[in-house]
T-cell receptor, first 108, second 112 residues
Framework: EDQVTQSPEALRLQEGESSSLNCSYT??????LFWYRQDPGKGPEFLFTLYSAGEEKEKERLKATLTKKESFLHITAPKPEDSATYLCAVQENNDMRFGAGTRLTVKP | DAGVIQSPRHEVTEMGQEVTLRCKPISGHNSLFWYRQTMMRGLELLIYFNNNVPIDDSGMPEDRFSAKMPNASFSTLKIQPSEPRDSAVYFCASRDSNTEAFFGQGTRLTVV
């Protein structure tokens, strides 16, 4: 059973059209949930860490939230440069396991 | 710091050959991870080390895969013998305790 499930697999938005990406997890003892951005041909780049339900983090047009079962990455008024694959990962012990990612395309 | 450094960036090899991927983590980081990324399976955790000790290698697909971390500044992932289905991008990442992990640029492996 997958520990981390991301949806949707792909998302196409018009510039300025806000939306949310979902990351649901099934680990019992969450020690951290991480959001990363990955551009083609590059390694994942860190965005946020969330540790407990109710926590929120913001950076420019991105806002990450966490509940006991899932996390959302909200994108407000996206721009074409926000196009990338967004990955979430969960830490249960010392590991870090990733979901399959959401491929976001923002059209001008 | 220059970040996590992986070498080579690209590797093309023939089936049956031995392949060695290398990683230099960020200085001071005590955890190191090896991942494999494919379109079909996404980013899979192969093995991770804590203080140079392998903690969980349950993600290593077969006995053909092995990883070592002889010291805090170097790790290798070896595939012997390599097969076409091993073709993927292999990432190394490191972090300090429970903070975020930093990734290298990856090694794109093609086995023909």
């Amino acid at each position: 059973e997958d520990q981390v499930t991301q949806s949707p697999e792909a998302l196409r938005l018009q510039e300025g059209e806000s939306s949310s990406l979902n990351c649901s997890y099934t680990v019992s003892g969450l020690r951290g949930l991480f959001w990363y951005r990955q551009d083609p041909g590059k390694g994942p780049e860190f965005l946020f860490t969330l540790y407990s339900a109710g926590e929120e983090k913001e950076k420019e047009r991105l806002k990450a939230t966490l509940t006991k079962k899932e996390s959302f990455l909200h994108i407000t008024a996206p721009k074409p440069e926000d196009s990338a694959t967004y990955l979430c990962a969960v830490q249960e012990n010392n590991d870090m396991r990733f979901g399959a990612g959401t491929r976001l395309t923002v059209k001008p | 710091d220059a970040g996590v450094i992986q070498s080579p960036r690209h590797e093309v090899t023939e089936m049956g050959q031995e392949v060695t991927l290398r990683c230099k983590p960020i200085s001071g980081h005590n955890s190191l991870f090896w991942y494999r990324q494919t379109m079909m399976r996404g980013l899979e955790l192969l093995i991770y080390f804590n203080n140079n000790v392998p903690i969980d290698d349950s993600g290593m697909p077969e006995d053909r895969f092995s990883a070592k971390m002889p010291n805090a500044s170097f790790s290798t992932l070896k595939i012997q013998p390599s097969e076409p289905r091993d073709s993927a991008v292999y990432f190394c990442a490191s972090r300090d305790s429970n903070t975020e992990a930093f990734f290298g640029q990856g090694t794109r492996l093609t086995v023909v």
